[in-house]
């Protein structure tokens, strides 16, 4: 029985991994063979098939994956359009809406890569194809022949020809755009691979200027001119009046209707359109705000305080992220941080924890820091004087959820916790239903990140124990790093729930899963992670072993990297 459930699990996990990839490339294959098929089999392009061979039928059968692909793209980027279907889809399935916004990044990896691959498959086509134009050159057919005779260069048609020197761009800003998206360029040098992503915009330009050569033609007479006429000699020709009549014309050629171009387009307008509402949005007084709290926190991170000019207040979920821009800063750059702080009926404000990662935020904590000297001392001139923001959203994400299930786990890593801080506060200003159970898992480097939300977590315990409601919130904090017990105590030293619950080192995951699974037998919990790749990896393989022992462990997992 134990073999039986571990095949059964495996098979479901191996399904629900595997079947969106499969079923994109399912789809890309049977458009590829399809286009194939009409290519090889269309009396229409018998001549230049004769010319190309297969290398016609495999660049045109790539053409529609191409189109396709591109119209989808930049779907997963629409933040607008992602908010549209979560008020339009939310209510009717919020597991699959949830589902959709977990995966985004990973749609738009998935389109990416397919991209780059079938649009090198479709280079090396076409450099067969220019070979074959000139290597199989034929004077009765010049009108259908791209290059200008047998001695053409190759040289000429690839680099010189707008066809090929577009290809060839196109080809080359793919592969610009792939290398420096790689996560490790794109933690270092964020400029870089801001600015690389949107040559993009170029891609699609080029993209639309590529087939205008008309290098492609078929035969427009097929009806007075059957394929292999041409081979007939003349005695033969004459004596037989049906081949007369089947050749009665010598062939003609013609380009004919593009249409492929209009997929690519509609992709490119949704995203333009999302681009500019959500410009003109962030620019409008609608979302204006303005600084109103600022200062450096311990472990190296920036707490801002941001007020909406608007009277209204703004509705913002918990667990919802915003994107900011700081134009002193940079003029192109939007980076995103969840809210750890809501609005309220009596302040229009919100609250940011931005922990340095990179030279983006590197400047923003350099710059605060000058301020508060500026303003400890007194007469001293602020090197920057007033700090402008510009705020874009706010937007769902997977941690919206969390406030629609019963039971949850939530893991956070450093400043992954601030998806959880929302909830927290919520809990603590107010008597909300759900979630029933909280059980939280913090893991930090330093003793510094602890002190960004542990007075919030002993209120909240301190709370919940007044409510005689202990078992309502659970927590275990990690230090994982220079564990200090002096500096634990002198830290916290009035905080005994905060001490009695940090551990030093990582966690045992089996331990914190076989906790879950003997509480909640036969019952759904929730487990949301918030941290590096290496965690949700991790958690999720717990979720899918811990969920064969008769508890449901549903895992979501947020992450901007």
């Not at 893991?443 to 309502?472: C, G, H, V, Y």
Request: hydrophobic share 40%.
């Amino acid at each position: 029985m134990e073999r039986a459930n571990k095949i059964y699990h495996s098979s479901r996990n191996f399904m629900f991994k595997y079947i969106l990839a499969f079923l994109w490339t399912s789809f890309n294959f049977f458009i590829f063979c399809k286009a194939f098929s009409n290519y090889h089999h269309d009396a229409q392009y018998f001549y230049l098939s004769r010319i190309l061979g297969n290398g016609l039928c495999v660049s045109r059968g790539t053409a529609p994956v191409l189109n396709v692909t591109m119209a989808l793209i930049t779907l997963p980027t629409c933040k607008t359009f992602n908010s549209l279907l979560h008020a339009i889809f939310g209510r009717c399935s919020m597991r699959l809406l949830i589902h959709y916004l977990e995966k985004t990044k990973v749609l738009h990896l998935l389109l990416g890569f397919s991209l780059l691959i079938v649009a090198l498959i479709h280079s090396v086509a076409h450099f067969v194809n220019i070979i074959n134009f000139v290597g199989n050159y034929d004077e009765r057919y010049r009108e259908i022949n791209w290059a200008n005779g047998p001695d053409d260069s190759v040289a000429r048609l690839l680099f010189t020809t707008p066809t090929g020197f577009s290809g060839c761009i196109m080809l080359l800003t793919l592969f610009a755009i792939a290398f420096l998206a790689r996560r490790s360029v794109r933690d270092r040098f964020y400029n870089s691979f801001l600015t690389t992503h949107h040559l993009f915009l170029v891609f699609y330009g080029l993209m639309f200027y590529h087939p205008l050569s008309n290098i492609i033609k078929h035969q427009t007479n097929t009806d007075k001119h059957r394929i292999a006429c041409d081979l007939l000699d003349n005695v033969t020709l004459h004596s037989n009046e049906d081949l007369m009549v089947l050749c009665e014309e010598p062939p003609k050629f013609g380009v004919g209707f593009k249409r492929a171009w209009i997929w690519p387009l509609v992709g490119l307008l949704v995203y333009l359109v999302d681009l500019s509402y959500r410009h003109l949005t962030s620019h409008s007084d609608r979302y204006r705000v303005t600084m109103v709290q600022s200062y450096t926190m311990a472990g190296r991170a920036v707490h801002l305080r941001l007020q909406f000019l608007r009277k209204s207040t703004v509705k913002v979920r918990p667990g919802q992220y915003v994107l900011l821009q700081c134009p002193s800063i940079s003029a192109l750059e939007w980076h995103p941080f969840t809210i750890t702080e809501l609005p309220t009926d009596t302040s229009n404000n919100l609250t940011l924890t931005i922990k340095v990662r990179g030279d983006w935020t590197e400047e923003l904590y350099e710059r605060i820091g000058q301020r508060e000297h500026a303003r400890r001392n007194v007469g001293e001139m602020d090197p920057y004087g007033r700090m402008n923001f510009l705020l874009d959203g706010p937007y769902p994400s997977v941690m919206s959820s969390m406030l629609d299930y019963k039971r949850i786990l939530f893991i956070g890593a450093g400043i992954g916790i601030t998806p959880f801080v929302t909830i927290m506060r919520l809990l603590l200003s107010s008597n909300i239903e759900y979630p029933v159970r909280v059980h939280l898992v913090w893991i930090a480097r330093s003793m510094e990140s602890f002190l960004w939300f542990t007075d919030e977590i002993a209120r909240l315990q301190e709370k919940l124990w007044r409510q005689n409601k202990p078992d309502r919130f659970w927590v275990k904090l990690y230090w994982t790093q220079n564990f200090d017990e002096n500096l634990l105590v002198e830290c916290f030293g009035d905080m005994p729930s905060i001490i009695s619950r940090m551990h030093k080192g990582r966690p045992n995951w089996d331990d914190i899963f076989i906790d879950l699974v003997t509480l909640y037998p036969k019952k759904s919990v929730s487990v949301f992670s918030c941290g590096p790749k290496e965690l949700t990896k991790e958690i999720r393989a717990k979720c899918k072993e811990y969920s064969k022992h008769g508890c449901n462990l549903n895992y979501f997992h947020e992450g901007f990297g």
